[in-house]
């Protein structure tokens, strides 16, 4: 690796006095990034090498790393400011972040992650929340946020962050960018601060499948040679049935691009809870001790609480020692998670074990498993929803097959619903990274062209079952009006208009109701509804001359009946009308 140049020396040589003056002028760099980076900086690659020898992989990439990584002569802050007061600077490098310069890329700066990347939500009290770019009033995810931000903006080609209990599954979902997570151990974490080693896993951030392939290729180690062909996607049924959108759209996406590249064959279903339930005798064990234990999807349910206090507990071995000696500003939840007497850690790692044992059986053989990556939407900024006991548990059940397996598992994002950004995952047996690497990049371009076509598709059904229920509406309002129960057919027909508001004959009907209640301008305004949608409905002709003539509006009353004369000739109603409101006029 090239030695970094003068003023990155001079920059990394600032210690803390300078990590203090980022943290000072901190509001100004949140305006300027999103609040992505902490610190920018610069670490070149190696001059190209002359052809015709091939360039370096990763030429002309930048990326920006989550700060736990070590960068010599710096001290990276753990999320805490009281942790860069109290340590040196390293003395190198991570080897993570070397490897990728020497392939070429470009390291351009630190990013936020949660306070001691503790976190899930994004925030830290004392750098702040980055922003989402793809959902400005949602959480960008924990714990590294600031590295899934400055993919999503495009302030980098790829980020490197780490993924505990779903660091970088969870802000890719919610930022909508490619998060990759990879088999536990397959990536060194040397030079990386621990959280929980038996879960800690170095993943990496991008927006395009081709540069987060090349990145997995290049930290992996892996050849470029003939890719493998899936030979099953086993659809994991009552974890979509989990999810709080519209889970159809999301597996129809993914059943209908498998189909097109590999044929429907290869698709089936599982209730993965069940599957788990029979393979897990540890997480039994767990279950039984639990009386609280909620009997709907309570295998994943207490799958996700097991990963959550087995978090706790390394956590706790890792930096006890540090946080009694220190007494550090840090978030009462980690307080709180520290204070916890938990003698479990044996049962917590059997459980572990066999995951890895129950996920690798179910994945043998060029499977792949697809989840989806969280259970809902982003949350709102500020919600209570985001401390919830429900909201960590359910998206910790999600995150935790991976997990607590050793898997490794991919985020792919697939467009949006309510704005904000919508994903699904697939999950390969542990080692199986080259095969998910070269499954994603192949499926990537058809999943998201299945998207529009499956929005559509889903926007049709749900049209003609709304065309339904509106015509159902209408036809109980029938019945209401002719028992001369006015305010409920209008109601009903409010309700018709609701669900199909393109249809003259509701707005007309409604009308009727109006006129029997003696709401006149509403039933002009319905009748004039009617007649831009249907120019020839007669009767809402006739009944916007009456509602206007009972308003005083004489000479537009005659205009509608004389109107509705044209339109049908023989018509009495407007015959009569047009006859009595002439003799007013005379």
Known sequence: ???????????????????????????????????????RLELLPPPPPPPPKAPHPLSGLSFAVADLFDISEAIAS???????????????????????????????????????????????????????????????????????????????????????????????????????????????????????PSLDTVGWFAKEPGVLHKVGYVLLQLSYTNSYQPRQFIMADDCFDMVKIQSSRLTQV?????????????????????????????????????????????????????????????FKDQHIMWIEAVKPTIDSYIKRSISEENFKSDLYQSIRH????????????????????????????????ISSDDYILRTLSLSAIAGMSGCCQVTIPLGTYEKCPVSVSFIARHGGDRFLLDITQSLYTTLQEEIEPVIKSKTSSQQVNNDEAAEAAKEKGNIAYREKQWQKAASLYSE?????????????????????????????????NAINLEPKNVKAYLRRGTAREMLGYYKEAIDDFQYA???????????????????IFQ
């Open 565 to 583: 004369l044209v339109l049908e000739p023989t018509n009495k109603t407007a015959n009569l009308a047009v006859n009595r409101l002439k003799k």
């Open 354 to 385: 066999e995951m890895r044992e129950a996920l690798n059986s179910l994945l043998k053989d060029d499977k792949v498993l697809v989840i989806p990556t969280v259970f809902g939407l982003p949350p709102k900024l500020n919600s209570k929803e």
């Open 1 to 39: 690796m090239s030695s970094p140049s003068a003023n990155l020396w001079v920059l990394l040589g600032l210690g803390l006095a300078g990590v203090l003056l980022v943290t000072r002028s901190l509001r100004r760099v949140v305006k300027k990034d999103l609040g992505a980076f902490l610190e």
């Open 78 to 196: 753990f999320g805490c400011p009281d942790w860069t007061a109290t340590h040196h600077p390293a003395t190198q490098t991570s080897p993570v972040i070397s490897t990728l310069v020497e392939n070429g890329a470009t390291c351009v700066g630190k990013t936020v992650i949660d306070e001691m990347a503790f976190g899930m939500s994004g925030d830290n009290k004392s750098f702040g929340m980055p922003t989402n770019p793809a959902a400005l009033d949602r959480i960008p995810g924990g714990s590294s946020s600031g590295s899934a931000v400055a993919v999503a903006a495009g302030f980098v080609d790829f980020a490197l962050g780490v993924d505990t209990v779903g660091g970088v599954r969870i802000p890719g979902a919610y930022c909508g960018v490619l998060g990759f997570r990879p088999s536990h151990s397959a990536v060194s974490n040397i030079g990386v601060i621990p959280v929980s």
């Open 254 to 314: 993914v059943v209908r691009s498998v189909e097109r590249l590999f044929g429907r064959q290869v698709l089936s279903n599982l209730n993965l809870g069940n599957y788990l339930a029979a393979k897990l005798s540890s997480l039994k064990e767990l279950q039984n001790e639990n009386k609280n234990a909620n009997a709907k999807n309570s295998t994943l349910l207490s799958l996700g609480s097991a990963m959550r206090e087995l978090q706790k507990l390394e």
């Open 496 to 528: 018709a208009i609701k669900l199909n508001g393109k249809k003259a004959a509701y707005y007309s009907n409604r009308a009727a109701a109006y006129l029997e209640l003696g709401s006149y301008r509403q039933a002009e305004t319905d009748c004039t």
